[in-house]
């Protein structure tokens, strides 16, 4: 089985492989040179995995390129495939996340805050109305890194529901394949509002959902870590034994319930892993209990960052983990975070990592 891992940093798409069980790992040339490539979406519903990676250049804005055979070409429209329609006055300034929606259909969340549906395999997009016309839109603030929607789960059964999430705005949620919307942020805390427990306006990092339970979300905030049981009816603190609330990446396991990582970091105004040394957290009992996973990283005193789409999870058996840091380094676990090897070393800042087999 040949591994792919697709790395987007902030001067271009590396993509590497493995064909030895994820131990070794060769790194391609560059594509999309000088152009940051923030979000990576992989689409498996078809035949063969299709690559697609949001593609922010400096001079022609964004866009989203697509690739049938791994990467080696990419098909790029001549006009932006992500665009707000006229009467809205608001322009797509960057494309978050890229995620696909069953046979046909993609997703993808913008800066500003906006989710986009294509049904054509992401060659064109139409904006979700009505998260877009929500009443809540005016009020929702940018976080230090913008406001913009960068979470967006599907439901694995039941493509009429929707979770997303966006800094600042907190977790929204739609029943009816996104006509209407509604907040579900109650337990998640934002201490630096003058009602640290509102309806919305929480600075979320990153949800995940349980590989078992849909109805099972874990959450990275700005301080904080959530798991809910109900969809997003509720949510309580599932921290106790990181070492830090602070931090970007939520992952959950493809396949084992329960099984989620994190990679913690020590406050919004110090932004380096705790103790300075990297380390990567999992728990295997949905958050109740956490431990570190260090081995094969590097010592300390380390400082680089790890943000909130640059770390995800395989589905092989044992699953495979990743993550890049601001640093340009990407590392790789063929099983599942007991141990780590350098993938690459010396890139621009990683801002996306995806994994699939080939």
């Known amino acids: 089985m040949t591994t792919l891992l697709a790395i987007g940093t902030q001067k271009g798409l590396f993509l590497a492989t493995s064909d030895d069980d994820r131990r070794t790992w060769q790194v391609g040339p560059v594509h999309f040179s000088g152009t ?104 929702w603030g940018a976080g230090f890194g913008g406001q913009a929607v960068h979470t967006i789960l599907p439901h694995p059964a039941d493509p009429s529901s929707l979770v997303v999430a966006m800094s600042t705005g907190g977790v929204y949620r739609s029943s009816d394949g996104g006509d209407s919307w509604a907040p579900a942020n109650k337990g998640i805390k934002a201490y630096f509002m003058p009602d640290p427990w509102p309806e919305f306006g929480q600075c979320v990092h990153r949800v995940a959902r349980d590989a078992d339970d849909p109805r099972r979300l874990y959450a990275q905030n700005h301080h904080g870590v959530y798991r809910s049981s109900d969809g997003g009816d509720s949510w309580q603190s599932i921290a106790g034994t990181l070492p830090s609330d602070f931090g970007f990446p939520m992952v959950a396991h493809p396949s084992r319930p329960g099984v ?8 919004d105004s110090q932004r380096h892993p705790t103790e300075l040394r990297c380390r990567v957290f999992r728990s295997t009992d949905a958050g109740d209990k956490w431990e570190e996973q260090s081995n094969g990283l590097p010592g300390g005193p380390y400082y680089p960052v790890v943000l909130r789409d640059a770390m995800c999870a395989d589905d092989g058996t044992p699953a495979g983990v990743y993550f890049g840091t601001r640093a ?15 993938v690459a070393a010396h890139l621009p800042d990683v801002l996306s990592v995806r994994a699939v087999s080939i």
Do not use: C, K, M
């Open 36 to 139: 940051a490539i923030y979000t990576i979406g992989v689409d498996t519903s078809g035949p063969r995995p299709r690559l697609l990676a949001a593609v922010d250049n400096s001079h022609f804005g964004p866009s989203i390129a697509v690739s049938e055979d791994f990467g080696q070409t990419w098909e790029e429209p001549d006009s932006a495939p992500v665009a707000f329609p006229a009467d809205t006055g608001a322009s797509v300034e960057r494309i978050w996340q890229i995620v696909p929606g069953g046979p046909g259909v993609i997703y993808a969340g913008s800066q500003p805050s906006a989710l986009f549906r294509s049904t054509d395999g992401g060659r064109s997009f139409a904006l979700v109305r009505g998260l877009w016309d929500h009443p809540h839109r005016p009020e």
């Open 260 to 267: 989620i990582w994190n990679f913690p970091l020590t406050a």
């Open 328 to 342: 340009g380094e990407v590392f790789a676990s063929g099983d599942e975070g007991d141990s780590w090897t350098t």
